[in-house]
């Protein structure tokens, strides 16, 4: 199975995850592993490149999906429409889509240069803040899907969203410092990111959604 997995800090704790899944000894899969933006996802999935991964979630209706997903609820830190000329993000996809369904008008800043320009200080319009203060929701940003192997998937799922992860320091450290922040605040970060899809979020998602379409 191949799997896609977006490149960036928010989906840290899932792919120190996966490495152990992986890797277990009572774990028989062959596995390849794959990391890139989330435009690049979507297409890898859309072309059968991958079975599975996190994809936008403005894709997600396509496929089977599993209940974990990459979520704000409030501020997220990593997505903002910042000021100047109109400009999406081209790594993006859901994000510039709740852009224009929030009616702003700016540059679309994702990922982990965006939560670097925020911590250095970078002045925005946090887009998961915006969505919850117009509808009182967290904002689903990704969500896991696939094409097959769904019973894997499920379990992968299943198994994640049941077990705390803890992060090695070496690989906070190692992570951090690829983007040029601290560790702390790497876990300070991650504090803000929920995986599992609650009630909200399905209802935050399906609206989402249905806005998206009368554009």
Not at 201 to 208: D, E, I, M, T
Request: proline content about 4%; overall charge positive; charged content about 25%.
């Amino acid at each position: 199975m191949i799997f896609g997995s977006i490149s960036y800090l928010n989906l840290l704790p899932f792919q120190v995850f996966m490495k152990r899944y992986i890797h277990h000894p009572g774990t028989k899969m062959g596995m390849n592993y794959r990391k890139n933006v989330p435009s690049q996802i979507n297409s890898a999935l859309k072309k059968r490149q991958i079975d599975a991964g996190f994809i936008s979630s403005i894709e997600s209706p396509k496929y089977q999906c599993s209940n974990l997903g990459i979520i704000a609820n409030r501020a997220v830190y990593s997505v903002f429409v910042i000021q100047g000329e109109n400009k999406i993000d081209e790594d993006s996809a859901s994000s510039n889509r709740l852009a224009k369904v929030l009616n702003l008008q700016g540059e679309v800043l994702i990922g982990d240069k965006a939560l670097k320009y925020y911590l250095e200080g970078g002045v925005g319009i946090d887009l998961a803040t915006q969505w919850h203060k117009e509808t009182q929701l967290p904002f689903v940003f990704a969500q896991l899907c696939y094409t097959c192997h769904g019973k894997l998937i499920e379990k992968i799922a299943k198994k994640f969203s049941k077990q705390p992860i803890k992060i090695p320091q070496y690989i906070l450290k190692r992570e951090a410092n690829k983007r040029g922040i601290s560790p702390r605040q790497l876990r300070w970060y991650l504090k803000h990111i929920e995986y599992n899809m609650s009630h909200k979020a399905q209802k935050s998602l399906k609206l989402f959604l249905k806005n998206s379409k009368r554009l």
